[in-house]
């Protein structure tokens, strides 16, 4: 399975909005509403930020959106903050497993 | 609160095997399933595989087949990853993380353990 596609890096200004795609197939984003996003800054453990495409877990500030269209699913940081510089991963459900995205790197300007 | 501990890191010689342990507490551990999940230095996250405590049902992805086996102690909530045959570029993190949401990956991470495969 291949992994799913991201771009490689975005950027925005504090207090503007970026959104970061992920393209899959109708093998997984397009068949499956268990998309899920993590966020992860240097040296430290992936956190779950969006989950079923727009989910947040409990203490996910709402500055952060999920969405999906057709077979790609996008994550939207509205109201940047510095320290929502990190890389970000998308995830879907295969079926019978899951699979990544390849990372998309969020600089905040 | 929900915690999953993981082993200590692991230098291996290439051919070798390693056995990471996650030991988790603050849930049920035999309600989710727990997943497997390598990062690469410098790479992006690698999905690996899941196991389901409860009955011990696995699977793992085509990547991994034959080479990764997946288990777990119900008496000790805890799970682990075997992974055989290494080579150099299995040095990563291996992360586990429990699926509490039972719709991801992973919601709950363990702190990951770092295996470096070296001659």
């Known amino acids: 399975q291949s992994a799913l596609t991201q771009p490689p890096s975005a950027s925005g200004s504090p207090g503007q909005s970026v959104t970061i795609s992920c393209t899959g197939t109708s093998s997984d984003i397009g068949r499956y509403n268990y998309v899920s996003w993590y966020q992860q800054h240097p040296g430290r453990v992936p956190k779950l930020i969006i989950y079923e495409v727009n989910k947040r877990p409990s203490g996910v500030p709402d500055r952060f959106s999920g969405s999906k269209s057709g077979n790609t699913a996008s994550l939207t940081v509205s109201g940047l903050r510095a320290e929502d510089e990190a890389d970000y991963y998308c995830s879907s459900y295969l079926g019978s497993n899951w699979v990544f995205g390849g990372g998309t790197k969020l600089t905040v300007l | 609160q929900v915690q999953l501990v993981q082993s200590g890191a692991e230098v291996k010689k290439p051919g070798a095997s390693v056995k990471v342990s996650c030991k988790t507490s603050?849930?049920?551990?035999?309600?989710?399933?727990i997943h497997w999940v390598r990062q690469a230095p410098g790479q992006g996250l690698e999905y690996m595989g899941w196991i389901d405590p409860k009955d011990g049902r696995t699977d793992s992805t085509q990547k991994f087949q034959g080479r990764v086996a997946l288990t777990r102690d119900t008496s000790i909530n805890t799970a682990y990853m075997e992974l055989s045959t290494l080579k150099s570029d299995d040095t990563a993190v291996y992360y586990c993380?429990?699926?509490?949401?039972?719709?991801?990956?992973?919601?709950?991470w363990g702190q990951g353990t770092l295996v470096t495969v070296s001659s």
């Open positions: 603050g849930y049920i551990f035999t309600g989710y399933s």
């Open positions: 993380a429990g699926d509490l949401f039972r719709t991801t990956c992973g919601d709950s």
